[in-house]
């Protein structure tokens, strides 16, 4: 089980500016995402993580305060990443057919969690989960991005009911696909077609049902 730490504050980190200390935050960041998925969160260090990055202790603290930052920008990473495989409302062609938009969102998640699927289970199981616990504005986005699968018409206002079908739809393919990453399964073709079959049914449902009201 996870255990509970204090949310992290970010007000001592310093923010990269320039090209070389960006490249330097992305270098840490992916060396941070190797030694968690490969030590796991029990025995992931900051010094590991410096080391496998090739930079130094100091400039890692620069940036990172303390590991929890560090695995914080990690996730935020994989978040953002899930983010882009859904379709986004102010660029959406309505003009795609539904089953497209189902392959497209189900391939670009499963792609998305199919990187790492062991980093995937350590931030799931083993991070602290005060750090899970403070994503609203990533949880906003993540509803706008499925209410656009949901609504026939993006230019459509959502209902209590589109509401609730957006959480459902999210927690229904994010459950599927975690549960498969689990088991090791998600490069099974069949994962992905029954998916995909799931998804497109029960929204053709909610279509016709609209239709009829």
């Known amino acids: 089980m996870a255990t509970r730490f204090p949310a992290t504050t970010q007000s001592s980190r ?3 500016r320039q090209q ?4 330097t ?5 992916e060396a941070a ?21 090739g930079a130094s202790i100091g400039s890692l603290y620069q940036y990172f305060p303390d590991k929890l930052a560090l695995v914080d920008s990690v996730r935020t990473r994989h978040l953002d990443a899930v983010l882009a495989a859904l379709p986004d409302p102010d660029t959406l062609d309505l003009a795609t057919p539904l089953a497209v938009r189902v392959d497209q969102v189900i391939d670009g998640v499963i792609a998305v969690h199919s ?5 995937h289970r350590v931030l799931l199981d083993e991070v602290p989960l005060a750090m899970r616990e403070s994503d609203s504005v990533f949880e906003v986005e993540y509803l706008r991005r499925y209410q656009a ?7 459509c206002s959502p209902g209590p009911g589109d509401v609730m079908a ?20 998600l490069g099974v073709s069949e994962v992905r077609r029954e998916l995909k079959g799931l998804v497109g049914a029960y929204l053709r449902e909610r279509r016709v049902q609209a239709v009829e009201r």
């Open 25 to 29: 935050v992305d270098a840490i960041v």
């Open 33 to 53: 995402a190797h030694v968690l998925a490969t030590r796991g969160w029990a025995k992931f260090t900051t010094n590991e993580v410096a080391l496998a990055a």
């Open 20 to 23: 070389r200390s960006r490249a």
């Open 115 to 119: 990187i790492n699927q062991r980093l």
């Open 166 to 185: 957006a959480k459902v739809l999210a927690s229904a393919i994010e459950g599927a696909v975690h549960a498969a990453a689990a088991r090791g399964e």
């Open 14 to 16: 310093r923010i990269p």
């Open 149 to 155: 699968l949901v609504l026939p018409d993006t230019a």
